[in-house]
């Protein structure tokens, strides 16, 4: 059984290589490859990741959603593994994932950890032990069978936020759903950017307008306008 690990990237060349370094020392070969994924950086992104070990291609269309299904159209693994660039795995991911799936689990994820010692973040992390909406983002990386995710079409290619949260909810329909004990370790740069407060009042904005059949167009324009990110 061969994992395809699939990181959607955009001027990630701080984190990117240090990414798939740490990928590829615990693939314990099971890894048939790291496709990473860009949308057009202007920095060294594919230039370190390429270094690094990694498959790198540019994808024909800018979006994290569409960014995934064409790493996943390029992949050769029998599971897919959705991974954000600012984000790590435990050392044990593969064999938490293999074992998931000899488990009949068709999906899943960790909790999260963020990179920060600040109380606040530790509450936020504490609540992604449970199966809510709000935890369906791809922080805590996300693992798929290719049978499932070829059968369920992809992300939506469109879609420009909130494509992860759409595509975990309908994907765990009548499926088993793994959360795992352990966490990924997730950069806090967002909230040290923003304050804490704002962040969970651009989140709340955000769920509430995709809840209300809101536009992609106004929730990217209300997040840009809400949080100085990226």
Known sequence: MQISVIIPVHNEAANIAQLVTYLLQNSRQCVAEIV?????????TLAFS???GATTVLSPQKGRAAQMNYGASLAKGDILYFVHADT???ESYVTDI?????????LGRYRTKFNSRKWYLKVNAWFTRFDWFICYGGDQTLFITRILFEKLGGFIATMKIMEEYEFTKRARLNRR????SKCAL???RKYD???WWRVQMANRKIVKMY?????QEDMVSAYKRLLDYR
């Open 98 to 106: 293999v074992n998931a799936v000899n488990n009949e689990y068709d």
């Open 177 to 180: 759903y793994k959360i795992f």
């Open 193 to 195: 950017t923003n304050s």
């Open 88 to 90: 790590f795995p435990p």
């Open 50 to 52: 390429r270094k690094a």
């Open 211 to 215: 809840k209300k059949g809101a536009s």
């Open 36 to 44: 990473v994924v860009d949308a057009g950086s202007t920095d060294e």
């Open 186 to 188: 997730v950069s806090a």
